[in-house]
């Protein structure tokens, strides 16, 4: 069985943890963290590990296996680093809101939207992942939906206008995209008193799942939670019975 370390780098934290281990390990990141700090902050801290290669989530959009930009919220040095290099290990990175969406997955169209400092968001089409940037869209009075739904807008807002915002910009991206249902993840998701019909919370603990499903086909992964997608569940009981209604059994 391959082993796999997972970096899921954020703005406050760098969050590591390995296949067969229990508990992540946590690393202080923050506007001065640049790549080669995160790179000698993990191997430090994951010196007695064993794994054999490593996924990165990076908060920023990864084109070509490589982060496409530097980060908003670290320091600087991403794009140019050589993480195989650092690791001695074959790497993977994806966008992380993208990573947690891999690992929150239970089929069909699902749109993930991070709840964090920013807006991250993600789709994965029939088992096909697409990193999004919706984040600096325009969306209302010349802001754009970061600015709404993100941190410094639940700030600036208060809670109760920011989850208006919330469940309007869910509507409003969920209509545009098509999908099925709706995964919320980041650290202000459990702040939404509801959650609207079709929208499920997702847990932190996905990204790695996700970061682990980077090198194994998702249909060998055993679904991290045991959450039901309320509404896919509903279609597929209307499906068996239709399926009883056009095939009664004979008493």
């Excluded at 709404?148 to 700030?155: A, Q, S, T």
């Amino acid at each position: 069985m391959r082993k796999v370390l997972v970096i899921d780098v954020g703005g406050t934290h760098i969050k590591v943890l390995a296949t067969g281990k229990k508990t992540a390990i946590k690393i202080a990141s923050g506007p001065d963290a640049t790549a080669a700090y995160m790179a000698e902050e993990v191997l430090a801290a994951t010196e007695s590990w064993q794994y054999d290669c490593v996924s990165i989530g990076f908060p920023g959009p990864v084109i070509g296996n490589r982060p496409a930009d530097e980060p908003h919220n670290l320091g600087s040095g991403w794009v140019d680093f050589d993480y195989e290099n650092a690791f001695g290990k074959p790497v993977r990175i994806l966008n992380d809101a993208a990573m947690q969406a891999l690992g929150s997955y239970k089929g069909g169209r699902m749109l993930f939207l991070g709840l964090g400092t920013g807006l991250g968001s993600a789709m994965i089409l029939d088992g096909t992942i697409a990193p999004m940037e919706l984040a600096h869209l325009p969306y209302r009075k010349g802001k754009t939906y970061e600015e709404y739904v993100g941190k410094d807008g639940l700030e600036r807002r208060g809670r109760k206008r920011w989850q208006r915002s919330v469940h309007d910009v869910i509507e409003r991206l969920r209509t545009a995209l098509l999908c099925e249902y709706v995964v919320l993840g980041g650290g202000n998701a459990k702040l939404l008193d509801e959650l609207p019909e079709g929208v499920l919370l997702g847990e932190n603990v996905n990204a790695f799942a996700g970061g682990f499903r980077l090198w194994d086909p998702p249909e060998k992964e055993t679904p991290p939670h045991a959450a039901i997608d309320a509404g896919r569940a509903h279609v597929r009981l209307s499906a068996a019975r239709k399926h009883q209604q056009a095939h009664p059994r004979k008493s």
